[in-house]
Structures are given as C-alpha cells and as structure tokens.
C-alpha cells in the first residue's frame, strides 16, 4: 500500500530550498549571531580571553546552523565548508591576507606616512583575536556562504560577484565613520577578493583566511583602524600622517588606494585561475538542460 504525499508539503519544501529563502531565513540567523558577537566582544571588552573564547564558541555555533540548514532543509551536502583542504587553503589565506595587508604598511613605511614609536607588550595582540574571528567566520558565511551561492544558483558567478561584492561594501556604510567612498573602496577590493577566493576553491576557507588574517594583522599587529571603528592598540605604537588617498582616512588602509590596487589585483589573478578551470557558473537559462 502506498500513501499519497502532500502536494502542499512538497511545494513547501521547494520554497525552503529556493534561493530567495536561503537567504531570507539562513541569512536572518546569521545577522542574529552577529549581532550576539557584537554583545560578547562589548560584554568582555576588558576580558580579551574570554571574548575570544566566546566568539570561538559562537562560531562553531554558526558553522553547525549553516551545515544544519544544507543538510536538513536543502538536503545537500555543504560541500563549500568540506574539510578535504580546509588546513591548507585557510593556511594560505592567513598568509596571503597578512601578506597584503603588511605590504600595504610597508608602502607606507617606505613613504614616511606610518611611523613606529615603539612596542606594547605581546598581549595587546589577544584582543584582537575576537574581532578578527568574528568578522572572518560569520561575515564569509553570509556573504560568499549565503548571498553569493544564492544569486549564483540563479543568476550564475558573474551577477553573484557583483552583487554580493555591491552588498558587502554597501553594509560598510553603518560602521562608525563609514562613508561611501570607502564602502565602494571595499566593494571593489574585498568584495572581489573574497568572491575570487570562493569561485577559484568552491570552498569558504580560503576566502575566510583572508578576511581572518587581514583584519587581525590591521588590529593586532599595527593598531590601525578597521574599517571606520575605533582604534585600539596593537603590537605596534605608530604615528601615521598622510593623505587619506594613501592612508584611507578615518575608514582605515582599506579605504586606501594602495589597498584597492593590491587586493583588487590579487582577486582579478584568482579571477583568471578559476576562469582557466572551469569553475566559473553559467546562469540557469544557459545551462544544458
């Protein structure tokens, strides 16, 4: 004997697994946890370790939502967090983004624009930790995760890459000292590096290396603003006096030119690699059928 499904639950079911509600309901969730971060890293704000340990407890609540959402609702296995690479591609993005972010200062350096005073004690490095985690896991699962697979479905990788790299530079705007300038600096830079990172590797680590390491380098390590909050002291005690088209102003380097050459650069090179292997997705009306 056999029993009937429900033409209503099916329907129901198709509507879950659509894009648009991938990013409706996975991508409200994830807002919801970012803002839970937000309260942590203020919460602790003179409690570093435990800030971090907050944040890391929340991410892998984050990757567990995101995982639970592709095999429960879209039933599919979320082959983008797949561990196969996963230590050597976030490797390489740890080191490619403190790489271009470093270059960035030293270019700095060389012009007499970001001087050194001096040195902090090793453990003005820790606070950072919570940030650049934050922004790294959760920032790269709604923006590549979410909203970039979701256009792409439909609309293919080049509308995907425009689009979400629009979005994430747009969401810039509500940061403290935000402007749009620096918002289309980051739409460009970033939203076209990270976007690389995933179509060159169809997975987010690489692209979370990046994002993870840069935020941290800029934080930690040189005690620059990032991306319009307000400073806080890193490894390094500078000076920094310079034009804002060198220096990003009040936004930080991203806002910067030298940020916008480098980074845009090094994502129009994965651009060309992923293009060469085929990784690239065509909109569904120009797919075989």
Same mark, same amino acid.
């Given at each position: 004997? !056999?029993?009937?499904?429900?033409?209503?639950?099916?329907?129901?079911?198709?509507?879950?697994?659509?894009?648009?509600?991938?990013?409706?309901?996975?991508?409200?969730?994830?807002?919801?946890?970012?803002?839970?971060?937000?309260?942590?890293?203020?919460?602790?704000?003179?409690?570093?370790?435990?800030?971090?340990?907050?944040?890391?407890?929340?991410?892998?609540?984050?990757?567990?939502?995101?995982?639970?959402?592709?095999?429960?609702?879209?039933?599919?296995?979320?082959?983008?967090?797949?561990?196969?690479?996963?230590?050597?591609?976030?490797?390489?993005?740890?080191?490619?983004? *403190?790489?271009?972010?470093?270059?960035?200062?030293?270019?700095?350096?060389?012009?007499?624009?970001?001087?050194?005073?001096?040195?902090?004690?090793?453990?003005?490095?820790?606070?950072?930790?919570?940030?650049?985690?934050?922004?790294?896991?959760?920032?790269?699962?709604?923006?590549?995760?979410?909203?970039?697979?979701?256009?792409?479905?439909?609309?293919?990788?080049?509308?995907?890459?425009?689009?979400?790299? #629009?979005?994430?530079?747009?969401?810039?705007?509500?940061?403290?000292?935000?402007?749009?300038?620096?918002?289309?600096?980051?739409?460009?830079?970033?939203?076209?590096?990270?976007?690389?990172?995933?179509?060159?590797?169809?997975?987010?680590?690489?692209?979370?290396?990046?994002?993870?390491?840069?935020?941290? *380098?800029?934080?930690?390590?040189?005690?620059?603003?990032?991306?319009?909050?307000?400073?806080?002291?890193?490894?390094?005690?500078? *000076?920094?006096?310079?034009?804002?088209?060198? !220096?990003?102003?009040?936004?930080?380097?991203?806002?910067?030119?030298?940020? #916008?050459?480098?980074?845009?650069?090094?994502?129009?090179?994965?651009?060309?690699?992923?293009?060469?292997?085929?990784?690239?997705?065509?909109?569904?009306?120009?797919?075989?059928?």
């Amino acid at each position: 004997m !056999t029993i009937a499904s429900n033409p209503q639950s099916g329907i129901a079911r198709r509507i879950l697994r659509s894009p648009p509600a991938r990013v409706l309901v996975l991508g409200f969730i994830l807002l919801i946890m970012m803002g839970l971060n937000t309260d942590v890293m203020t919460s602790y704000a003179g409690e570093p370790v435990k800030s971090v340990q907050h944040i890391m407890a929340l991410a892998i609540a984050g990757f567990a939502v995101y995982l639970g959402f592709a095999n429960f609702v879209e039933q599919r296995a979320a082959s983008e967090l797949a561990l196969a690479g996963m230590g050597r591609e976030l490797g390489i993005g740890l080191l490619i983004g *403190t790489g271009l972010y470093a270059t960035c200062e030293l270019v700095l350096m060389a012009l007499g624009i970001y001087r050194i005073d001096g040195l902090n004690p090793l453990s003005f490095m820790v606070p950072a930790i919570a940030m650049a985690l934050s922004s790294g896991v959760f920032e790269e699962l709604l923006f590549r995760g979410v909203l970039f697979r979701s256009i792409e479905t439909w609309f293919g990788s080049w509308a995907a890459l425009a689009l979400s790299s #629009l979005v994430f530079g747009l969401t810039h705007l509500m940061n403290p000292q935000g402007t749009l300038e620096g918002a289309l600096f980051i739409a460009v830079e970033a939203g076209i590096l990270l976007a690389a990172a995933f179509m060159l590797t169809r997975r987010l680590w690489l692209s979370m290396g990046f994002h993870v390491a840069w935020n941290y *380098t800029q934080s930690a390590i040189f005690s620059s603003i990032v991306s319009g909050n307000e400073a806080a002291q890193g490894l390094i005690r500078s *000076t920094i006096k310079g034009p804002d088209l060198l !220096t990003g102003g009040s936004l930080g380097v991203e806002s910067s030119v030298l940020a #916008l050459l480098l980074c845009t650069t090094t994502g129009i090179v994965m651009l060309v690699m992923a293009t060469r292997r085929g990784k690239i997705v065509a909109p569904i009306w120009k797919r075989p059928a």
